[in-house]
């Protein structure tokens, strides 16, 4: 059985070897660097490019003994994270203002971010702000333009064009269309062809069919 100290208890006073270890142990766990809110300053590396670049500020300051707060600096050249497999990618880049999320490596990052692949530990610093990873997608307005289930339904909502580029296009469905449609290849309803389709009924001559009726 444990040995029970009897009328023995922990020192509480600020002098105690106690309080001064806890005190030492909290000191180097604040200079670790800590998962955070921040907001995007400015973007490098958007669209059909490899995975960019983003700066970022936290938004959680910090904070002395006394509760004075100081706003931490700028975070610069942070990988953000893009939703990819092998050379397929859903494209939807950070923005400026976008409120996000980083996340801190336990080791230096920076000869992994340069070479795009394995390689050594830049430096021997641990649990460090530069060594962050952004995540967007929190914290952000509604949008204006999406792709995605509203209701029951599955929009595709854009300011610009909705362009298709693909080899071959199959629809399974019924289709309303809001706007105008332009094709750059042959567009078919079943087996009839709409650049090759013939209509029966009528005599070889230089006069047009009439328009198509409902």
């Known amino acids: 059985m444990p040995t029970k ?5 922990l020192p509480t006073d600020s002098g105690s070897n106690l309080n001064a270890l806890n005190a030492a142990i909290r000191s180097v766990i604040s200079t670790m660097g800590a998962n955070l809110p921040v907001q ?3 973007v490098e590396g958007v669209g059909l490019n490899p995975v960019g670049f983003v700066d970022v500020q936290p938004l959680v300051h910090q904070q002395d003994g006394a509760g004075r707060t100081t706003p931490r600096g700028i975070i610069h050249n942070v990988p953000y994270i893009r939703l990819q497999g092998g050379t397929r990618a859903i494209i939807c880049d950070p923005a400026v203002g976008d409120i996000g999320y980083i996340i801190i490596s336990g080791r230096d990052i920076s000869n992994v971010k340069a070479n795009r692949a ?3 530990p830049g430096s021997f610093r641990q649990h460090d702000y530069a060594d962050a990873v952004y995540i967007g997608g929190l914290l952000n307005a509604a ?3 999406y792709i995605g289930w509203v209701g029951e339904d599955v929009h595709v909502h854009t300011a610009g064009k909705f362009i298709i580029d693909a080899a071959e296009c199959d629809i399974n469905c019924a289709v309303n269309v809001q706007g105008p449609v332009t094709a750059t290849g042959d567009v078919k309803a079943g087996s009839i062809s709409l650049e090759s389709h013939t209509h ?3 005599q070889t001559g230089s006069a047009s069919t009439g328009g198509p009726q409902g």
């Open 40 to 42: 995007v300053l400015s």
């Open 200 to 202: 029966s009924g009528v």
């Open 118 to 120: 394995a390689a050594a």
């Open 143 to 145: 949008p204006s333009e």
């Open 5 to 9: 100290l009897v009328g023995t208890k």
